[in-house]
């Protein structure tokens, strides 16, 4: 059975796994190099207040993980969120990524945000086509802004206001 909940500190070790197997095979992130769980703690650390990580779990097993981090350091800015889903690869066409949207949409809006911001590789049409049944709407498309697996990249730009 499925189980999502608010991300604790013991949680940061399978939170940093999921995000480094995304690191080294997809383009779902631009990082290039794996994190450590050292090298996460600081940002683990600033989501507090309006902004969250959650974990879905099954069978004790972390499946995946969102967060809804600030958009920019800027205070104008304090209301909007930059999204951000990992799936493990085994859990991967099992819902989880809409259970874990939908959650993190119920959390902004409870939370005082106004918008959320998603940012999807060109390349990942299932994030695109989930974030558009959710209720996110394509916004525009950075294009050539990344540069990974040897090949330049778009991302679009996803917005939910809440």
């Known amino acids: 059975m499925l189980k999502i909940r608010t991300a604790a500190k013991k949680d940061l070790s399978s939170i940093t796994d999921i995000y480094n197997e995304a690191v080294l095979n997809t383009t779902a992130t631009f990082d290039v190099e794996p994190k450590s769980v050292a090298e996460q703690e600081d940002w683990f650390d600033k989501h507090t207040g ?7 779990v099954e069978d004790n097993i972390i499946a995946g993980w969102a967060a809804l981090s600030p958009w920019s350091e800027r205070r104008a800015y304090s209301n909007t969120a930059d999204v951000a889903v990992y799936i493990k690869k085994e859990f991967h066409g099992k819902g989880i990524g809409k259970q874990l949207v939908k959650e993190l949409i119920n ?11 998603a940012k999807i590789c060109s390349e990942n049409e299932v994030s695109f086509n989930l974030f558009k049944k959710l209720g996110f709407k394509h916004i525009g498309t950075m294009e050539e802004v990344g540069y990974k697996f040897d090949r330049v990249l778009d991302v679009h730009l996803m917005q939910i206001i809440f």
């Open 50 to 56: 309006k902004y969250t990580i959650i974990v879905v």
């Open 107 to 117: 959390k902004g809006s409870k939370n005082g945000l106004h918008t959320a911001i």
